[in-house]
Nanobody, 124 residues
């Protein structure tokens, strides 16, 4: 059974940085691990993902140049380094795994197992 545990969220001022971690266990075979976020009253949206086999990274336009996804295979952990944070980045951030290849790697509907989320608040 896949288990995903996010950590690293918190309160940060605009322009600040945070690094989120997603510790995974029970992974057998998967296509990608992704980061998603959901703000109050809004739909969940894809932020970034990294594929398993080739380590291909995909970013949403809204975070390109500010966020960086990476992974530590030895620790089964995926990170999301977030720099230049804006109030619009405020949301609960989730990591999730996709078991099958998809042409829409940032679409939440293509992901199967989810963590419990970690709150990120960007405010002065």
């Amino acid at each position: 059974q896949v288990q995903l545990v996010e950590s690293g969220g918190g309160l940060v001022q605009p322009g600040g940085s945070l690094r989120l971690s997603c510790a995974a266990s029970g992974l057998v075979d998967y296509y990608a691990i992704g980061w998603f976020r959901q703000a109050p009253g809004k739909e969940r949206e894809g932020v970034s993902c990294i594929t398993n086999t080739y380590g291909i990274k995909v970013y949403a336009e809204s975070v390109k140049g500010r966020f960086t996804i990476s992974r530590d295979n030895a620790e089964n952990t995926v990170y999301l380094q977030m720099n230049g944070l804006k109030p619009g980045d405020t949301a609960v951030y989730y990591c999730a795994t996709a078991s099958r290849a998809t042409m829409t790697p940032l679409s939440p509907k293509d992901y199967d197992d989810w963590g419990q989320g970690t709150q990120v608040t960007v405010s002065s």
